[in-house]
């Protein structure tokens, strides 16, 4: 991987870097085993704004607890996938 796609400058895990859209595209399998074995928390970004945001799935199970029912789960997408809605 690039050095400058190689931005979260971690190896301790659970720290948050940066990467362009371009290169998550291009580094993309990369950047999923980094942020699933070193739990690195990564940011897309585009034309140097936030896009999105790759974090650990216990990340992900932190924040849709805290979030409670706000947040679509798996069977809500799922639903939505099919053509329903996330009350179907």
């Known amino acids: 991987m690039a050095d400058k796609a190689a931005n979260t400058g971690n190896e301790t895990g659970n720290e948050t870097g940066s990467v362009t859209a371009s290169e998550a595209r291009i580094h993309f399998a990369d950047l999923c085993n980094r942020v699933r074995w070193a739990k690195e928390r990564v940011v897309i970004v585009r034309q140097e704004k936030p896009l999105a945001v790759m974090v650990p799935l216990e990340d992900l199970a ?27």
């Open 62 to 88: 932190l924040l849709e607890s805290l979030l409670g029912d706000t947040h679509k789960t798996d069977a809500d997408h799922g639903a939505l996938a099919k053509g329903g809605t996330r009350d179907s």
